[in-house]
């Protein structure tokens, strides 16, 4: 989840980006005053790590149906 700013995104691609990882497909909804973004990447695991080490929160696939 990231706060319903355009630059949080970009944030995100920005990271990925820097490690060449690809981003194959995207979407996002709102979530309140965040927005919940789903990637699908070239390396999966790999941007799971980027990411949980620049301290976004991540969710579990499982945790979508609860929002």
């Keep these: 989840m ?5 630059k ?6 920005k990271i990925l ?3 060449d990882i690809s981003v194959e497909y995207t ?4 979530a309140g005053k965040k927005s919940v973004i ?5 390396d999966n695991e790999k941007a799971i790590k980027a990411l949980k ?6 969710l579990k696939g ?3 149906y609860k929002i």
Excluded: N, Q, T
């Excluded at 990231?2 to 355009?6: G, L, Q, R, T, Y």
């Design 2 to 6: 990231a706060p319903d700013e355009a």
């Design 38 to 42: 789903v990637l699908r990447c070239s």
């Design 53 to 58: 080490e620049h301290e976004m929160e991540l």
């Design 17 to 19: 980006s820097d490690l």
């Design 27 to 30: 979407y996002a909804f709102p």
């Design 8 to 13: 949080h995104y970009a944030r995100i691609l």
């Design 62 to 64: 499982s945790d979508l």
